[in-house]
């Protein structure tokens, strides 16, 4: 055992942070030379594994925890891991979980739907529209995990699953990630920096709707316009009916009693017993109402709770150089500053962190928060609720996936149009 002083943890994990960062903008690399190595080798497994966005930062935290162990003990390192808290991974968890299944994806496009009926454009392009501006803004009430989840899954069933170009798909993307980010914020309990700082800084239902809400949900309307109006004619030939599978129409009492286990598992966020819990009881209703259910499919709300959870492992010792950053930045300063952390450091850990700054001028901590929820859509690792959109739509995006580069570039215009929602209005 190798005794090792605090602060050269806090730079280790500093270390295993940032190689973090840059291991996700390798993964489309990784996947390449997966193809390289005969079909189920041991050399296409590692790559492909490697290649998977999803377990970049659960492995980075699992040498971190290794050192730590190594250089103080299991016991230091046990200690650190029961300091953190993990409520949030789980939660996204068991929210895409419940929303990935048929009943509430059926009532969430059909609301989508009904939403689209207003516009007076072709059936794909309206619901297009609709579906990245009243899925997104949805967050606010259902969490910005559960509208993503949604979202998500109701593109890429009805759009990506049709052969759309790639700039087409990295504009829905970028666009879809930064409305998640922006849409969820009408409400104290939905977007993750939010909740955050909500209960300690005294931000209700009020102030989140007056200071944050109303910009959200023009952001999110001014960008999906602007892709719908670029790609109008790719959008308009998409014949987004859905195939018929021959599976049962879901009984109106299925759909009520998921929405109402979706309600009490949202309230219930900050309690982990009670929405594991919840979850368990919910799983007993999808085994009984079994023949209105598509498969449940579990691994990618594990992947991307893994994700999570090593990002919250390495996040929890970055503030020995992010609050420095803060205290030493004005207004506009800390505005452009948050965006830019945001893009490599998770929002909610960015505002969390915030939130530990003494003193905080009000202005300050409207520009902290502001510029994490913009900067919220320019990396998988920006906001939580990524990685689930990610998980979705990643396999539609051919044999290299999604690459971090393409998100990076899809997200600017719209984190442009919503910085200047923010910051100028």
């Not at 003990?73 to 991974?89: A, K, V």
């Amino acid at each position: 055992m190798i005794p090792i002083n605090h602060s050269n943890m806090e730079l280790f994990a500093t270390i295993a942070f940032a190689l973090a960062v840059l291991h996700t903008f390798l993964t489309s690399r990784f996947q390449r030379i997966a193809s390289g190595f005969p079909e189920g080798s041991v050399g296409e497994n590692l790559f492909h594994l490697l290649g998977e966005v999803e377990i970049v930062f659960g492995l980075w935290a699992g040498i971190y925890l290794a050192f730590v162990a190594f250089s103080q003990g299991f016991t230091s390192s046990l200690d650190y891991l029961n300091g953190r808290n993990f409520t949030e991974p789980a939660f996204v968890f068991v929210v895409m979980a419940v929303c990935s299944t048929r009943p509430i994806l059926n009532v969430a496009a059909r609301l989508i739907e009904l939403c689209s009926q207003a516009i007076p454009l072709k059936r794909s392009l309206a619901f297009f529209i609709s579906a990245l501006t009243v899925g997104p803004i949805l967050g606010s009430l259902i969490t910005e995990p559960a509208a993503m989840t949604v979202t998500a899954l109701i593109l890429s069933q009805r759009y990506y699953s049709k052969r759309m170009s790639e700039p087409l798909k990295y504009a829905v993307l970028g666009v879809l990630f930064v409305n998640v980010s922006v849409g969820g914020t009408l409400t104290p309990y939905a977007a993750p920096p939010v909740i955050m700082v909500a209960s300690q800084w005294g931000w209700d239902f009020a102030f989140m709707i007056s200071h944050f809400g109303w910009k959200g949900v023009l952001a999110c309307v001014v960008s999906t316009l602007l892709v719908a109006y670029r790609f109008r004619k790719e959008i308009s030939r998409v014949d987004i009916a859905l195939s018929n599978t021959g599976q049962k129409a879901v009984p109106i009492w299925v759909s009520a009693l998921h929405l109402l286990f979706l309600a009490l598992i949202v309230l219930s966020a900050h309690h982990m017993v009670l929405f594991i819990g919840l979850f368990l009881f919910f799983m007993g209703l999808v085994v009984v109402t079994h023949e209105y259910q598509s498969e449940l499919n579990l691994k990618s709300p594990l992947l991307v709770s893994f994700f999570l959870g090593g990002l919250i492992i390495l996040g929890g010792r970055q503030n020995w150089w992010i609050e420095p950053v803060i205290k030493s930045l004005d207004s506009t300063f800390l505005f452009l500053g948050s965006i830019g952390l945001t893009a490599i450091i998770d929002n909610a850990a960015l505002t969390y962190l915030g939130a530990q700054v003494p003193n905080l001028a009000d202005t300050s901590k409207y520009y902290l928060v502001a510029g994490a929820v913009v900067g919220g859509g320019l990396t998988v690792i920006a906001n939580a609720p990524n990685p689930a959109g990610f998980g979705i739509l990643n396999p539609t995006f051919g044999a290299t996936g999604i690459r971090p580069l393409g998100l990076f570039k899809a997200a600017l215009i719209p984190t442009l149009i919503s910085g200047l929602c923010y910051y100028l209005l």
